[in-house]
């Protein structure tokens, strides 16, 4: 399910307005074809149309030829820092730089067989700031990574202006810090960096929007520019030398480019992030105020990514990490072409004119279509270099299955030539390895089998990978102030595709029948998956109990009234679906008893919802409870609430219920 925008504007009834309602959909019927319908319908985008696309790409002639990466060439002052040089010195230097190294190796037919056959090998170390890290790849011959204690900003090869801009730009994260041991990089973006540079992938599951979301994007930005710039300086400059060439057979010393021009392709969630990610390039590109970048198309990308302070209510009050995450203009449903050369950028550039792409999952799954429709498109993400899919976790709340579509619809071999000149192509591409030489980052703020599964099963770099896999210590059970008793109890399912049935029938069976008593009234049953919730809603209704709804698609007014019969008792049960907690972050009032159908995907909501228990004063002889159901397919999750250490004794005890109880004794 796709985000609804939600700025609310007060409360009434014990229910907060929201200017941006999805509708309800039909209760009893409610199917996957249906969720992918309204997803569809949802917020239509007029930046996204392609007719307007198109329009842009004719109409915008002056700025086509300007961004053209096949008439224009290197200025003398611009480009790569050291390149006239490192022609001079035998391109000595060049074979050093990590973006040539990368991409100027030529895979033999026998590693790709063994790369597309093979398992991994991985092995672990331990890095100061990221802690433990496994590195695994198929050719065997990469050794484990070092963390560098300092960097030497030469060594990081870093394209004018590039190693001017950074420092200033980064200033603001440096300063923060007591004493910084490096002018250019916090510990962190050091590390992270120093594993983006050599091209492998990585996944970093410890992104907190609150904590350090804004000094990872930072350093992404640096990398992804940093390859763009070199890349475009290798075409330009190879420009100029085919201009000055005598005429003669086509020299294969050339071949500088991919099948389509499009090499980096980063995907968030909202436009807010997409419009930091500018500012950050904008600033990255500008030496200094005297020199500022021509930036095309800037007024209008301010109004539609931009965001006027005074649309936010200021009556809301919602958790610190809520503030974080939802910043700014929070549409999900954009995608935006953006062209750099030399000292200029162009936004809004055609897709097949551009050098990056910055997308939602939602505004790539509207462009690449689906099997049978007339109007889709996907050979731009034929020659992407490099991936970034920025808060991950964010995805698995909106629509995960559009992440996994355009998994699918990368680094294709195009279906039309798109106007490429094939002697200027490298031979990887050509050959259909470009999969291999794709540097994927992907940065979450969790672990999820979900997110590791695009690494472990659609990432195939040639360089490898590496995965920060720190496990929880203590977990968020720990934050819980109320006095609970937490009753945890397991399921036995035999594979993972049998446990949702499991739980379906380990909950009616044996479960529910103790919450059925009307002494065990306010029983809150909070639902992560969308489909478990129209299943338990459609098996209360045929029971006849006494319940309430709500879920991300529940208006406004039937939200009031459900919580206001749950707070008053009217209604025994209330089913609440994760997502609605995600968006919306209510205060749910009148919590006695509580049952976790599964446990949350973000683990603080697990101590958030235990903590709204004391948001009613029940007098102190308050009897309340909690119950958990937990299989072995949730040890993830589960150690994220109770901890590494009970989750490993909870999955190997012969007892399947487990007590924890928190809070102070009277």
Known sequence: MDSEGSQETGEADGGEEDKNDVPEQEEATDTAEQTLGQEQADGADTSCDPSREVIEEFTDVKHESEFSLETNFMEEESG???????????????????????????????????????????????????????????LEKHKTLKADKEVDVKQLYLHKPLESTWPKVNKQYLSSMNKPSDPFFTPLQRELFCIMNTYRDL?????????????????????????????????????????????????????????????????????????????????????????????????????????????????????????????????????????????SMRLYAPFYSSDIIIASPLGMRTIIGAEGEKKRDFDFLSSIE???????????????????????????????????????????????????????????????????????????????????????????????????????RRLEAENITSVIETRFQFFINKVLPEYRDAIMSHTLIYVPSYFDYVRLRNYFKKEDLNFTHICEYTKKGGVCRARRFFLKGEKQFLLLTERFHFYKRYVIKGIRNLIFYELPTYSHFYSEICNMMKATDNGADATWTCTVLYSKYDAQKLAAVVGIDRTAQMLQSKKDVHLFVTGENE
């Open 80 to 138: 790569d820092c050291n390149a006239d040089k490192r022609d001079s010195n035998s391109s000595q230097a060049f074979s050093e730089d990590p973006f040539k190294q990368h991409m100027d190796k030529e895979l033999e037919e026998k590693e790709v067989e063994k790369m597309s056959t093979l398992p991994k090998t991985s092995s672990q170390s331990k890095w100061p700031r990221l802690g433990q890290l496994t590195f695994s790849s198929t």
């Open 203 to 343: 996944f970093y599951p410890e992104r907190n929007a609150l904590t350090n979301g804004e000094e990872i994007q930072h350093a992404y930005c640096l990398h992804a520019l940093n390859h763009v710039l070199k890349a475009n300086a290798q075409v330009l400059s190879n420009n100029a030398k085919r201009r000055d060439q005598k005429p003669g057979p086509d020299n294969d010393d050339y071949r500088d480019q991919g099948l389509t021009r499009p090499k980096v392709l980063m995907i968030v969630p909202f436009r807010e992030c997409a419009l930091r990610i500018v500012h950050i390039f904008i600033s990255l590109l500008e030496v200094n105020e005297k020199r500022k970048i021509d930036v095309s198309n800037k007024k209008r990308f301010k109004g539609e990514f931009g965001f006027d302070p005074e649309e936010k209510p200021p009556n809301l009050k919602r958790p610190e990490d809520y503030e974080a995450v939802f910043a700014g203009n929070i549409d999900d449903h954009f995608r935006i072409g953006v062209a750099i050369l030399q000292k």
């Open 386 to 488: 490099i991936l970034i899919i920025d808060q991950a976790d964010i995805y698995l709340m909106q629509n995960w299955e559009h992440v996994l579509h355009l998994m699918k619809h990368i680094n294709l071999l195009p279906l039309e030539p798109h106007g490429v000149d094939f002697s200027r192509v490298r031979m990887l591409n050509l050959n259909n390895w470009s999969k291999y030489y794709r540097q994927t980052l992907l940065f979450s703020a969790l672990q999820d089998p979900q997110i590791n599964s695009i690494f472990n099963k659609h990432c195939f770099n040639y360089m490898g990978q590496v995965a920060v896999r720190n496990v929880p210590l203590s977990g968020s059970i720990s934050h819980v102030v109320v006095q609970l008793p937490h009753v945890f």
